[in-house]
């Protein structure tokens, strides 16, 4: 019987070892891959809510023009688009990220930490829910939900990989906002409390991100995509005919971000561009 306990004991060690030299690996292994893979010639773009819609065509854009891009997606196993661009590109590095989520943000910034990115995409966003959002029926966790996603998430993401921008050549964070944020199209409009106030937080919090990350030679700026036929429009119930599709948005928008400089801030005043390239109120 004590035979048969010591060998049981010697295979609960052995296990347990080989799990933690397999552990051990799997984070050498994500090193590795990472100083190996990503091209130093090529410029870097880091991207969230990369797994669908604007997001993912950002993704396809720049990984077909060369750029090292980092896919960033809160469900990387459920990303199936992704994944399947990524097995056919040697530039994408899928990325956990949920924008909401500070301490796997620090994590990420920390193992991308003396990697240049050049422009990072503050992209995810939500909508949340409609009815929920309309006066007399306000609830209050949603709000947080929708601020802590659209409005705290961009500025942390920023926050945490500033140094990473700071040292490469184009030095530039753009975050996605809204029309619906701004005061003079919106301010009569009586729907999308939530994300409308989140758009028109993110607003401010980018004017002043822009202003103090000039030392740094960062330039923030604010971009706006359209109306694109995405899951978030559909949400919102819109019934108009001039939706536009991702790739058509992008296309503008990657021309605008490739355009920044300290001239068009002079010119925007730190308001968002929209991609067809209309300067939108406050
Ligand atoms: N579509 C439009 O007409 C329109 C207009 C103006 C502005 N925008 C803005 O454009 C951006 C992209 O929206 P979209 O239209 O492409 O919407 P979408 O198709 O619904 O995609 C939203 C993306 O954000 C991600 N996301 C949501 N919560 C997240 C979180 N906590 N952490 C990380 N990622 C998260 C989603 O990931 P999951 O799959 O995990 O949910 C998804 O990848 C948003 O900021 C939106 O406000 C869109």
Known sequence: MKNIISIANILGIFVISCCFQCLVYAQIQTETNTQLLLDSSQPTVLITGSNRGIGFAFVQHYSKNGWNVIATCRNPN?????????????????????????????????????????????????????????????????????????????????????????????????????????????????????????????????????????????????????????????????????KISPEESVAGLVKIIAEISLDTMKKTRGRPTNFDEVILPW
């Open 78 to 242: 459920k990303a199936d688009d992704l994944q399947l661009l990524m097995k056919n590109s040697t530039n994408i590095f899928i990325e956990e990220m949920d924008v909401t989520d500070f301490e796997e943000i620090n994590t990420l910034a920390q193992k991308y930490q003396g990697y240049p990115i050049d422009v990072l995409v503050n992209n995810a966003g939500i909508l949340g829910n409609v009815p929920k959002q309309s006066f007399g029926n306000l609830d209050y966790d949603l709000f947080q939900t929708v601020m802590a996603v659209n409005a705290f998430g961009p500025l942390k993401v920023a926050e945490a990989f500033a140094d990473s921008v700071a040292i490469s050549n184009q030095k530039k964070i753009v975050t996605m906002t809204s029309g619906l944020g701004s005061f003079a199209i919106m301010g009569n409009f009586d729907r999308f409390f939530f994300y409308k106030m989140s758009k028109s937080a993110i607003n401010m919090g980018v004017l002043t991100m822009n202003a103090s990350l000039k030392s740094k030679g960062i330039i923030a700026a604010l971009i706006s995509p359209g109306m694109v036929d995405t899951k978030l429009l559909d949400e919102s119930g819109y019934q108009g005919r001039n």
